[in-house]
C-alpha cells in the first residue's frame, strides 16, 4: 500500500478583503508620495518554474514582472486595481461571479473595460498569482466541471439546504457522475484498488458500458481532454483521502504526454503558484507508449510537424522530462519510429480488446509504468 499522503486544501483561510486592502493603499501611498506605483506578479510560464521531485511537482523559480503606471500601461493597471475591487466586493457580500459574469461587469468601467474574456482571464490569473490565492478566494468560478465519474466511489456531498446527500457512482446506468467545479467539502467511501485517469470520453463511456470499473474494482475518470483545475483537484482529493494509485490513460502523442499527462501530474507552468494543490504527484502512467506500439502492433498515424516540435521542445526545456530518464527514452522511441497512437488504436484487436487483454495485462506490470 501507498505511504498515505495527506492533503492539502486550497480553500485554506486568508483575508482576501485585507490583502486587496492592503495592496490597494500601498497604490494609493505611492501615488499620493509622487511615484509611479509598481505591481510584482510572478511570470507564470513554464521557464520560471523548476520540477520538485520531493514535493512532485513543478514550483515557481522566483522571477516576477513589474507592472508599472505609465501612459502605455494605464489600462491594463487599472483594470487590475477593477479586477481586485470587484474581488473584495463579492467576498464581503459572500457572493460569487462566473469568469464571464466578470468579464461583462467589466463593461460598467467606462475605458477600462476589457476588450475580450481571454483579456479579462489574464488579468484575474495575474491577481490570483499576486497574492498566491486561488479564483475560489477571490470569488470568480471557471466554467468548468471536475470531469466524469463512474465506478466503486460514493461522494458524499450537500443539498441547497446543506443536509448531507449521498451520490452511489455504480447507479447512473450508461450515464456517470459530474464533478462540481469546488470539490473541497465533497468526502468519500469506497473499496476500490485504483483510479483510472482518462483521455477521451469516448474511451471513458467505452470502459464504463463494459462495466470495467466492476470488474477491476476501481474508479473511471475522464479528463476530456487537457483536465480542468477542477479536475486535477477532485482526482488529487480522491487519492488522497482514499489513498490509493492513480493511472492515467491518455494518446500516445506529444499532446498526450505533455499537455495533458504532465500537467496531471505535476501541474502547468501558468499556474505553479497553485501546483501543489492542482496535481497529482502519485499518478503513474499506463499508456498509451511508445513501446505499447509495437507490442500490440496498433495502426499509427505519422507524427505532425507540431508534434516534433513539441517533443523535442520537452526533451530540451520541459523540467520534468529532463529529471525522468524513462521519458527522455520514450520520447526519442517515439521521434526514431516518427508516428503517433490514438486510444482508440486498439479497437483494430476488437472493441473488448483494451477491457480483456490490454489493461489487465498492463495493471500486472505496474512497476514498469513510465514516471
Known amino acids: 500500500m501507498a505511504k498515505k499522503r495527506t492533503a492539502k486544501s486550497n480553500s485554506n483561510k486568508v483575508d482576501v478583503v485585507g490583502v486587496i486592502e492592503a495592496s490597494a493603499q500601498k497604490v494609493c501611498d505611492t501615488i499620493v508620495n509622487k511615484r509611479r506605483p509598481k505591481m510584482r506578479i510572478p511570470v507564470r510560464s513554464l521557464s520560471n518554474v523548476e ?6 511537482h513543478f514550483e515557481l523559480k522566483g522571477n516576477v514582472k513589474e507592472r508599472t503606471l505609465t501612459v502605455n ?5 487599472a483594470q487590475t486595481l477593477k479586477m481586485m475591487s470587484l474581488s473584495k466586493e463579492l467576498v464581503q457580500a459572500d457572493d460569487m461571479a462566473t469568469k464571464r459574469e466578470a468579464y461583462y461587469i467589466s463593461k460598467n468601467w467606462g475605458d477600462a473595460a476589457f476588450h475580450d474574456q481571454p483579456e479579462s482571464d489574464t488579468v484575474m490569473d495575474d491577481v490570483e498569482a499576486m497574492f498566491g490565492v486561488n479564483r475560489e478566494q477571490l470569488r470568480f468560478v ?21 443536509k448531507k446527500l449521498e451520490i452511489d457512482c455504480t447507479r447512473f446506468g450508461s450515464g456517470s457522475y459530474s464533478a462540481p467545479s469546488d470539490v473541497e467539502h465533497l468526502q468519500f467511501r469506497s ?5 483510472l485517469a482518462i483521455e477521451t470520453s469516448g474511451a471513458f463511456q467505452r470502459l464504463n458500458n463494459s462495466g470495467y470499473w466492476d470488474s477491476s474494482n476501481c474508479i473511471l475518470v475522464s479528463m476530456g481532454g487537457v483536465p480542468t483545475r477542477a479536475c486535477r483537484r477532485f482526482i488529487r482529493r480522491l487519492s488522497d483521502e482514499l489513498n490509493i494509485p492513480v493511472y492515467a490513460f491518455v494518446d500516445g502523442d506529444p499532446y498526450g504526454y505533455f499537455n495533458i499527462y504532465r500537467t496531471l501530474k505535476v501541474g502547468s507552468g501558468n499556474a505553479a503558484h497553485l501546483n501543489e494543490y492542482f496535481c497529482v504527484p502519485q499518478a503513474r502512467f499506463l499508456g498509451v507508449t511508445p513501446q505499447d506500439v509495437k507490442d500490440y ?3 499509427t498515424h505519422a507524427l505532425k510537424d507540431v508534434d516534433i516540435k513539441r517533443a523535442k521542445d520537452a526533451l530540451k526545456n520541459d523540467p520534468f522530462v529532463k529529471h525522468h530518464k524513462p521519458w527522455q527514452l520514450a520520447i526519442n522511441q517515439m521521434l526514431k519510429s516518427g508516428v503517433r497512437v490514438e486510444q482508440q488504436a486498439f479497437a483494430k484487436h476488437g472493441l473488448d480488446f483494451v477491457v480483456k487483454t490490454y489493461l489487465p495485462e498492463k495493471l500486472k506490470k505496474v512497476s514498469t509504468f513510465l514516471p
Do not use: H, Q
Request: proline share 5%.
Open 142 to 162: 471557471p466554467e468548468e466541471k471536475g470531469g466524469d465519474v463512474a465506478g466503486r466511489l460514493v461522494v458524499i456531498d450537500r443539498d441547497s439546504n446543506g
Open 51 to 56: 520540477y520538485k521531485a520531493k514535493s512532485g
Open 297 to 299: 502492433a496498433l495502426p
Open 191 to 195: 473499496k476500490a484498488k485504483f483510479i
Open 73 to 77: 500601461t494605464v489600462k491594463t493597471f
